[in-house]
């Protein structure tokens, strides 16, 4: 089984429901506080969330606040406010489907972004130019994990948290995940953990070479899904629950060629056409995709982002050229050729701009 072939950011909030009482009460910046249950009194109520100072006191999420005020006794508790921290996560993810890619909002503070088919070094520049947006424009801290695959990418945010950005290449993936606790994989709990350790399996390369039978027997399908991971494989989908605010056409030459006068007209057509559609929604574009499909159905996908936005016909077809040329190949005939644009904007917002 190969590995998944693009990277994922993930992108989880720092003590999110902390961070946004912050934003309203800039007052408690050094103070140990800590968001409760909404409706519970001091005596029944728990500790949602406790900012970083709170948890140096070893305050944390699901402790009662009765038990949370004998660690701390001024804690300064604040209620719950979810449909002010739901429009803050709106925010939040409108801005990240904003750069076009399948993004799947795994709960309110959590995101995973899917950038298969982009180099590796764009993926991390776009990674940092989202941190940069959640913590200048947002005023918001947030930890950045990217990796092959979801599950990595989840440990890796895991790992560097809080206001952290680890990135873990594709072949440094066993490396990072080995050393690991089996406690550290998402989704193994408590009980997990024990039976593991029945078995004196207490880090991922104990698993690695495991007998996936008899972690099977132990653990049932999950036994396999997690032999796999502590063999580099995650298979966990980007589950995306939106339409990708991007914008293309993509057409089957007529006949499979590698001529590229004839690649190229077709490009041509296809960019005056995804134009043609950018301007009748006014809105503008700065990230230009090309995509060829060979005669065997191997896919290929190059992306630029541009340093400004436009909606010009002429410039994406000259990107577009630029882009798909070293994917022209001597030996190997093209079927299907694709251009798209994403990182939209609104033609008006830019007119307000400037
Ligand atoms: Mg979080």
Redesign the pocket.
Known sequence: MAAREGYIIYI???S?FASCELLRHPDLKEKPFAVVTKSADKFRGVVQTANYSARKFSIHSGMPIMKALQLYPNLYCIKADHDYYEEISDEISDMLKSYGFEIEMVSI??AAIDTTGLEESKVVEIAKDMKRKISDGLKLPCTIGIAKGKTFAKMACDSAKPNGFLFIKGDETLDFISYKRVSDIPGVGKKTEEKLANLNMYYIRDLKNANVQALVGLLGEYGSKIYNLSNGIDEEKIVSDWVTLSVGREKNLNEDTNDTSVIMAKLKELSNDTADMIRSTKKLYKSITVKVRYFDFNTKIKTKTLSYYTDSADVLYSEASELIKPLIKDNIMVRRVGVRVSTLMDSSHQQKLF
């Open positions: 989880d909030m720092d999110f503070d959590e």
